[in-house]
């Protein structure tokens, strides 16, 4: 099992760059699938980017392809997600997730941190 507690949320203007980080305790996340999902107020949830746990190529959605890049740190048991170029439309709740790579699912969570992008 693994807990996540994300940071580096905040308010920043269109065009600035935010890096949030997901703090994983309880297993190492080299075992996990892991991922950035965003909800915005009315919207459904959506993943942004996710990277399995043996490496390979990210995902991403198109929408935020060239902008943003997930990232792993085995050492410290970390994941971030950096984000540049931000526009309005990034304004979310963003999530960190894990999924055991027996799995297709994300079952672990963290709390979210909040992402708002003014114009």
């Known amino acids: 099992q693994v807990q996540l507690v994300e940071s580096g949320g905040g308010s920043v203007q269109a065009g600035g760059s935010l890096r949030l980080s997901c703090a994983a305790s309880?297993?190492?996340?080299?075992?996990?699938?892991m991922a950035w999902f965003r909800q915005a107020p009315g919207k459904e949830r959506e993943s942004v980017a996710r990277?399995?746990?043996?490496?390979?190529?990210?995902y991403y959605v198109d929408s935020v392809k060239g902008r943003f890049t997930i990232s792993r740190d085995s050492a410290k048991n970390m994941v971030y997600l950096q984000m540049n170029s931000l526009k309005p439309e990034d304004t979310a709740v963003y999530y960190c997730a894990a999924g055991s790579r027996w799995s297709s699912a994300f079952g672990y969570w963290g709390q979210g941190t909040q992402v708002t992008v003014s114009s």
């Open positions: 309880g297993h190492t996340i080299s075992s996990y699938n």
């Open positions: 990277i399995a746990w043996s490496g390979g190529s990210p």
